[in-house]
């Protein structure tokens, strides 16, 4: 059982927007940043969100993410059939003294 | 621009010690005063981090679950990183990432990735 829950999947039509959901608690997102990672089938993860908003260089502005409480989203407009991916959330867990991930959620673009 | 390459048996047997190497390669300000990560990934399943070494001191932090089987170290004169996880089982099947942190911290970005190594534990 993952620290950081998210929805097993999400789907929605090319041109729309999703979000994803990753709830955690106090002692993780709570206190410190979240981190987002897309994850296309049989590759390695490629960080798309780092520290709750900040894109690194490359990532469309399409993609963006936003840290309530013990709760973080992220977001995709525009959706396109190559959006279609697993999609991680990550914190640091100050009880654990270590990195958590999310569970994952499956994006399908219908 | 940075590569970083993952290196191992791809077979162990259970009870025995898994071993990985991570060869990183490219601008040496690009790997100096970072820390180094090691994330797995059962098949079909999620991400789980098992640990990290950060390259100035060799410090290591593990993940609570995993700590007492494993042992993350650095040879900085070859720009290597290994992980070895004694006493393995099936459930020890995945394929091993490493992977750099982002900027000068252990935040959990990893923003550099190999391109990950299969590992299966069976007789």
């Known amino acids: 059982q993952s620290a950081l829950t998210q929805p097993p999947s999400a789907s929605e039509t090319p041109g729309q927007r999703v979000t994803i959901s990753c709830s955690g608690s106090?002692?993780?997102?709570?206190?410190?940043?979240v981190y987002w990672y897309q994850q296309l089938p049989g590759t390695a993860p490629k960080l798309l969100i780092y520290?709750?908003?900040q894109r690194p260089s490359g990532v469309p502005d399409r993609f963006s993410g936003s840290k309530s409480g013990t709760s973080a989203s992220l977001a995709i407009s525009g959706l396109r059939s190559e959006d279609e991916a697993d999609y991680y959330c990550?914190?640091?867990?100050?009880?654990?003294?270590?990195?958590?991930f999310g569970g994952g959620t499956k994006l399908t673009v219908l | 621009q940075l590569r970083l390459q993952e290196s191992g048996p791809g077979l162990v047997k259970p009870s025995e010690t898994l071993s990985l190497t991570c060869s990183v390669s490219?601008?040496?300000?690009?790997?100096?005063?970072?820390?180094w990560g090691w994330i797995r990934q059962p098949p079909g399943k999620g991400l789980e981090w098992i640990g990290t070494?950060?390259?100035?001191?060799?410090?290591?932090y593990y993940n609570p679950s995993l700590k007492s089987r494993v042992t993350i170290s650095a040879d900085t004169s070859k720009n290597q990183f290994s992980l070895k996880m004694g006493s393995v089982t099936a459930a020890d099947t995945a394929v091993y990432y490493c992977?750099?942190?982002?900027?000068?911290?252990?935040?959990?970005?990893?923003?550099?990735w190999g391109q990950g190594s299969l590992v299966t534990v069976s007789s």
């Open positions: 992977a750099r942190h982002e900027g000068t911290a252990i935040a959990p970005g990893f923003d550099s």
């Open positions: 490219g601008d040496s300000n690009s790997i100096r005063g970072f820390y």
């Open positions: 070494v950060y390259y100035n001191s060799g410090r290591t």
């Open positions: 106090s002692s993780n997102i709570g206190s410190n940043y």
């Open positions: 520290r709750s908003n």
């Open positions: 990550a914190a640091w867990d100050d009880s654990l003294s270590g990195v958590v």
